[in-house]
């Protein structure tokens, strides 16, 4: 079935450095790639909404100079966090729907980036 | 906007026990309605999700849920649990008249099976 996968599934950075996340689609292709963060204890909140060959939508709150998203083909999105702080530390998740996008298409998830800020 | 609500934070059951995990959503409109679940260490899989046609609907690994229009609910039922059902629920909804949308989570609850 379709695959999502998603690179690296955890990962340790020093404060103020940058940290790159891989959403890849591996035998479907993806218009349109979610990415949600999941705080401990508490449900996965949408971040925002990769478009690929546009700029992301973000959602309210999110801050799109620290949290870069690109989508730069239909398999790949990639979400960056942009000077680390020990606040951003969290479970970050990406997903994607196949079949073109359509609502009534299953939507698959990767295993997830744990994100931890020293 | 729309919103989940999964009423038990932390659910601890011996195996043979009964499940019922509740979820109500908040929106005016109409909508899609799914469980997913995560296993220790796994990603989030699709347990069963609710379209249209007969509210009672059937998933994965014997488990069902049953959408109630009037109540908002989708809770999610299984007669008998077992250890390996050890794991966090998300109850998720979408508009089903918008396009690609997200899916908007409930927080989540967790099941524990006692052997």
């Known amino acids: 079935g379709a695959v999502v996968s998603q690179h690296p599934s955890w990962v340790i950075c020093k404060s103020g450095t940058s940290v790159k996340i891989e959403c890849r689609s591996l035998?479907?292709?993806?218009?349109?790639m979610f990415w949600y963060r999941q705080f401990p204890k508490q449900s996965l909140m949408l971040m925002a909404t990769s478009n690929e060959g546009s700029k992301a939508t973000y959602e309210q709150g999110v801050e799109k100079d620290k949290f870069l998203i690109n989508h730069a083909s239909l398999t790949l999105s990639t979400l960056t966090v942009t000077s680390a702080h020990p606040e951003d530390s969290s479970f970050y998740i990406c997903s994607a729907r196949e079949g073109g996008g359509s609502q009534n298409s299953p939507l698959h998830f990767g295993n997830g980036t744990r994100l931890t800020v020293t | 906007a729309q919103s989940v609500s999964q009423h038990n934070h932390h659910v601890i059951l011996s195996e043979a026990a009964s499940l019922e995990l509740g979820c109500n959503y908040s929106y005016g409109g109409t909508v899609n309605l799914f469980w997913y679940v995560q296993y220790p260490g796994q990603h989030l899989q699709l347990l069963l999700k609710y379209f249209s046609g007969d509210p009672l609907v059937k998933g994965i690994k014997g488990f069902e849920a049953e959408f109630i229009k009037s109540k908002f609910s989708f809770n999610l039922r299984k007669p008998s649990v077992q250890w390996s059902d050890t794991a966090e629920y998300f109850c998720?909804?979408?508009?089903?008249?918008?396009?690609?949308?997200?899916?908007?989570f409930g927080k989540g609850t967790r099941l524990s099976v006692i052997a």
């Open positions: 998720a909804v979408n508009d089903r008249n918008s396009g690609n949308t997200p899916l908007v």
């Open positions: 035998d479907f292709q993806a218009t349109t």
